[in-house]
């Protein structure tokens, strides 16, 4: 805006600048070759509920719509928090939060790398440290120290029982049924 004295009163009074109308002129004429979309170009519906989820309801993300569903009526929580904490459900709802006080680090601890697919064993008598365990099957997740003997059914009427003896998941002896 300009300013100008007016001459019937000789007060000052605002102009509009005609460049600035032109430039105003000039970048609706671009918007509209765009195709009418711009930054920010967004418009909803003519009557919605406060504190209700907005959301698109074109593809190209210039037209909102009320969803009719509170952002509270979700999941509520606390007023306060500490971050890093553990949140769990408070009642049988499933729609408000607690923070339990428990950081979820002291929970469980492992290693700093593992391999995607091996299984996680415990690691000490802690209950909250875990290790690599290996992939199944491999010696590293077989269980060590423990010895197991398998008796197997006679395979005549007249015949001895055979056994299988396991140590430390590894077969060490046999003897055939007869």
């Known amino acids: 805006m300009l300013e100008e004295i007016d001459p019937k009163t000789g007060q000052k009074i605002s102009v509009f600048?005609?460049?600035?109308l032109n430039w105003f002129i000039d970048l609706?004429?671009?918007?509209?070759?765009?195709g009418g979309n711009s930054v920010g170009n967004v418009t909803g519906p003519a009557v919605s509920s406060p504190g209700d989820i907005a959301v698109f309801s074109n593809v190209n993300g210039t037209v909102l719509k009320d969803v009719s569903l509170?952002?509270?009526?979700?999941?509520?929580?606390?007023?306060?928090?500490?971050?890093?904490?553990v949140a769990v459900y408070d009642g049988?709802?499933?729609?408000?939060?607690?923070?339990?006080?428990?950081?979820a680090a002291d929970l469980v601890s492992g290693p700093a790398s593992a391999v995607d697919g091996n299984v996680a064993l415990f690691d000490g008598v802690t209950g909250k440290l875990i290790k690599d365990g290996g992939t199944?099957?491999?010696?590293a997740f077989i269980a060590?120290?423990?010895?197991?003997?398998?008796?197997?059914?006679?395979l005549t009427s007249g015949g001895t029982n055979g056994s299988?003896?396991?140590?430390?998941?590894?077969?060490?002896s046999q003897v055939a049924a007869t």
């Open 17 to 20: 600048n005609p460049v600035w």
């Open 28 to 34: 609706a004429a671009i918007i509209t070759q765009a």
């Open 70 to 85: 509170a952002a509270a009526a979700i999941v509520t929580g606390p007023a306060t928090a500490t971050g890093g904490d």
């Open 92 to 103: 049988t709802t499933g729609k408000l939060l607690k923070d339990t006080s428990l950081v």
């Open 136 to 139: 199944l099957g491999t010696a």
């Open 144 to 154: 060590k120290g423990i010895t197991a003997t398998i008796t197997t059914a006679k």
């Open 164 to 172: 299988m003896v396991f140590t430390d998941g590894i077969l060490t």
